[in-house]
């Protein structure tokens, strides 16, 4: 089992640039979460996808974030255009069920100057 | 408020015992959980309870849930400096169909030899 697989690991970019960030969740599992992690606000919950159909977007701060899921062993992350306030550590998770524990990637340090 | 409550540091030598405590708000949570964060990684799951047990003892780490104050605690016997860590509390609530955890602040946890 390689685990929920993330990619870029880091990603630095200028203010205005469009980022995309990559999720691999463990085969078999069906739901599917984006979390953000910074100093000042801990972890938060960007959406989750439950069954590839996204459940829960309230975390989405606003609408230069967007998810997709078009399979079940794929999601991205887009945020455009890019700020500096962005930046932060997202974390891509997912679980077997609704359940079960969360397994996470080791997350995209994201940098946006 | 936040719903899930943690204490942000704890030192500790070498050897001795680490308790590390946690307070969650939701009386109707499930499931409650402890994951564990070495820099530059993600979350890793160290165990988790269901809300109506007492206590998960798990070779070195002891879960204790207190249901009617609604406290969480993690005892890590024998710390060693690799159990330096941020380690994270959170609770599982059923929310129309779905279990989406809400995590903590972390606890950083700092083992001197």
């Known amino acids: 089992d390689a685990g929920v697989i993330q990619s870029p690991r880091h990603e630095v970019t200028e203010m205005g640039q469009e980022v995309t960030l990559r999720c691999k969740p463990i085969s078999g599992h069906n739901s599917l979460f984006w979390y953000r992690q910074t100093m000042m606000r801990g972890l938060e919950l960007l959406i989750y996808f439950n069954n590839n159909v996204p459940i829960d977007d309230s975390g989405m701060p606003e609408d230069r974030f967007s998810a997709k899921m078009p399979n079940a062993s794929f999601s991205t992350l887009k945020i455009q255009p890019s700020e500096p306030r962005d930046s932060a550590v997202y974390f891509c998770?997912?679980?077997?069920?609704?359940?079960?524990?969360?397994?996470f990637g080791n997350g995209t340090r994201l940098t946006v100057t | 408020g936040e719903d899930v409550e943690q204490s942000l540091f704890l030192s500790v030598r070498e050897g001795d015992s680490s308790v590390i405590n946690c307070t969650y708000t939701d009386s109707s949570s499930t499931y409650l959980y402890w994951y564990k964060q070495e820099p530059g990684a993600g979350l890793q799951l160290l165990t988790y309870?269901?809300?109506?047990?007492d206590m998960k003892q798990d070779q070195r780490l002891t879960v204790l849930l207190n249901k009617k104050d609604k406290h969480l605690s993690l005892r890590i016997a024998d710390t060693q400096t690799g159990d330096s860590a941020i380690y994270f509390c959170a609770e599982s609530i059923g929310s129309g169909g779905s279990y989406i955890p809400t995590f903590g602040r972390g606890t950083s946890l700092i083992v001197h030899p």
């Open positions: 998770a997912s679980s077997r069920d609704r359940d079960s524990p969360l397994h």
């Open positions: 309870i269901f809300s109506n047990m």
